[in-house]
């Protein structure tokens, strides 16, 4: 027989896991998959020194299988979450980022890109796969979204942050498509040489390939569109959390408080999501913002200190969950 000690701490845990495996049982397994995809992902980043456009060939892989498993397991939560089992919304999502990740990897093995690459008529062909894979989940994540916003919870505050945060994940997800549009150096080629090798690009005033910052690899001398899409994508992993921590404090505020404090530091979030995409646009990195950079940062900081002291300091009511959607 367990130790009781040891059943209890392992007990939230085993509840997580069957409560995804109950709702979103693909989502959940495939948690597991990508995080074992991201050790083997790791692996080939020290026994494989091959560069794709100046970075390590296993560098892109590993940061995808790293963002997959963390979205599906927070995916399986937001379905488990609902009444509805939505089984098709876990297979779809399921099979589209099982194709994506699929064939990142293989191109990383064949060193060469992934994205953007119409180089040969089967690169062509993966590029396209991958695109209908991801509007798939796209369009999943939506359906989800939807489903979120008819449902109701126990906690006000904890529905809204699951709302809020899948459709902040749904606007970063969606900035990915900006990086499809060929950029004016692409068009020229075409037009000159009537081939378009790459279509599209992360980079903002320069080719892709330059100097990139550790670890993420996001440009370190000009604007990078993958900075706006991986914070936008991840704010259901944020707004969720910060939820989470409001709940925690002692006293808690009440229902409507935290109700309240999760729509501004949405709000608040997607500011943010825009100002970095704004900055990108600009052709600046994350890491050299200039005097414009940093001022609407400041404002973006203080409106931000401004609207949750308000909050915190205003007097409010039990929420009536009756009225309304909780």
Known sequence: MDHPAIAHRERPWTKAVAAGLAAAPALTV????????LVLCLLGLVVDRRLITGAPAWLKPAKFALS??????????CIASTRLFARALD???TVG?????????????RGTTSHFNLSTRFDAIVFAVMGISIACVWLAMLALTIVLFRQRFASSAWGW??????????????????????????????????????????????????????????????????VAHFVGMHGLQVL??????????????????????????????????????????????????DSVSLESLAVWVLLT??????????????????????
């Open 68 to 77: 997959v498993m963390i979205a599906s397991w927070s995916f399986a939560l």
């Open 161 to 226: 942050s699951l709302r809020l945060g899948m459709a902040m994940a749904v606007i970063g997800t969606g900035s990915g498509a900006l990086m499809t549009v060929p950029d004016s150096g692409q068009r020229a080629e075409a037009h000159a040489t009537g081939r378009l090798p790459i279509a599209g690009a992360h980079t903002v005033g320069a080719p892709d390939g330059g100097p990139g910052l550790p670890i993420t690899g996001w440009s370190a001398h000009h604007g990078d569109l993958r």
């Open 91 to 93: 297979v779809v999502l």
């Open 240 to 289: 969720p959390l910060l939820a989470w921590w409001i709940s925690r404090r002692r006293p808690a505020p009440d229902e409507r408080t935290q109700v309240n404090l999760v729509f501004a530091m949405a709000a608040s979030y997607l500011a943010f999501f825009g100002l970095i995409l704004w900055q990108a646009f600009r052709g600046q990195s994350i890491a050299q913002p």
């Open 97 to 109: 980022f099982v194709l994506e990740i699929a064939l990142i990897d293989m191109q990383a093995a």
């Open 305 to 326: 200190a401004v609207a949750v002291i308000a909050i915190g300091h205003k007097r409010s009511y039990p929420l009536n969950d009756k009225k309304g959607i909780a």
């Open 30 to 37: 495939l948690g597991f998959m990508m995080a074992a995809d």
